[in-house]
């Protein structure tokens, strides 16, 4: 049989706005960068993915900028010609000629299998062997630092059944004005929501300990990231010290991390991310390694919008334990889209899309629109 060649890759830069500013423990985000990759083959499928970060190099060692760059000038020269429908051997082809650049390889990934799928006329779920489930638990960020203003939006989400988990995003402030405001929404709350929090790397041991004990207290349900990363030590003496399980996300990124952090017993809860993973294949094998070694899974993200987002959902949607739910709310932070049909979030839950491939299709009219170079003509398809 004759392979299916790889022929164009464009990787596109798209501007979002978001419905509102987001805070982070390192940065404050006013609008969201994706990077749209397409991928087209020479039997005339096209595959699609996403590469995106949250605050440009704020949060890692990777930018919107630079996974354009280096997929333009490294990556994609890797692929042309290859064959496209063997998934697996493309990736190894750029694990062998480029180190790193996670992200940048989630995106091409997402796009060899989206159009692998599509060849086949199955779900890119399928592709991965079948999804378990078809509506992912899907929480909300509190981001706003008012205190006031995170409860009434929570209320609000709550009664339309649209989240019954918040996320809220401290280590900007001092850890007393922190407790504070979780404590005060967690009050307010009840147990009608899971509160969590996401430190973001922000806090170091002792102080740690001394905030941790009070949200437990307070009934915190989760504690994301406290340390910063290479602090596996640190995070295995407080998953240790307290009751409320501790989540690693970003000292977990590849089955090696996974295999360390359980022997080290240094977490209760594994956040997983295609992008940080290097693709939903990729992020599987980091799933079973942690789901191994005794750790609750949870579905992460980079704030991705549709396409990535939607990415993952397969990917988790496969998933036998998936405990503690997804927090793939990207789409819902931005204002605007790229696709025709923008995913539904319905009881609770971010249902997975239907049709071949990913199930999504791009606005052609929107892509334009939003594109960084606009007036730029895109790659010949």
Not at 142 to 169: M, V
Request: with cysteine.
């Amino acid at each position: 049989m004759t392979p299916v060649r790889i022929t164009a890759i464009e990787a596109i830069l798209v501007d979002l706005p978001t419905i509102r500013a987001h805070q982070l423990a390192m940065t404050v985000m006013h609008r969201q960068t994706l990077v749209i990759v397409r991928l087209l083959a020479d039997d005339g499928i096209e595959g699609i993915g996403e590469a995106t970060t949250i605050g440009g190099l704020a949060y890692g060692d990777e930018s919107p900028e630079g996974m354009k760059l280096a997929i333009d000038t490294y990556l994609a020269p890797l692929l042309i010609g290859q064959d496209a429908s063997n998934v697996h051997a493309a990736m190894q082809r750029l694990e062998a000629g480029a180190r790193g650049n996670r992200c940048a390889k989630s995106a091409l990934e997402t796009a060899l299998l989206d159009a692998q799928a599509r060849r086949l006329d199955v779900s890119l779920a399928t592709l991965l062997g079948g999804a378990v489930r078809t509506r992912l638990p899907t929480l909300w960020t509190l981001a706003s630092g008012d205190t006031e203003r995170d409860i009434a939006e929570a209320e609000q989400l709550l009664a339309e059944r649209r989240h019954d988990t918040f996320k809220l995003k401290i280590g900007r402030r001092a850890i007393a004005d922190d407790v504070r405001h979780v404590t005060r929404i967690k009050t307010a709350l009840g147990d009608r929501a899971r509160v969590t929090v996401d430190v973001n790397q922000a806090w170091n041991e002792a102080d740690a300990a001394r905030a941790i004990a009070n949200l437990e207290a307070a009934g915190v349900d989760l504690i994301e990231q406290p340390l910063p990363r290479d602090d596996r030590a640190g995070l295995a003496r407080l998953a240790a010290r307290f009751v409320v399980p501790i989540m690693a996300d970003e000292a977990l990124c590849t089955p090696q991390d996974a295999f360390d952090l359980g022997c080290r017993g240094a977490a209760d809860v594994a956040a997983l991310k295609i992008a940080k993973s290097g693709g939903p294949y990729a992020v599987l094998r980091t799933a079973f390694v942690a789901d191994a070694a005794g750790m609750a899974l949870y579905g992460g993200t980079l704030l991705e919008g549709s396409v990535g987002s939607i990415a993952a959902a397969h990917a988790f949607s496969t998933l036998p334990r998936l405990a503690w739910g997804t927090e793939l709310f990207g789409p819902l932070l931005l204002t605007e889209d790229i696709v025709t049909e923008r995913p539904v979030y319905r009881e609770f839950c971010l249902e997975l899309p239907q049709g071949p491939g990913l199930g999504l299709t791009l606005d052609e009219d929107k892509l334009a629109h939003y594109r960084r170079d606009k007036g730029t003509a895109p790659a010949a398809r």
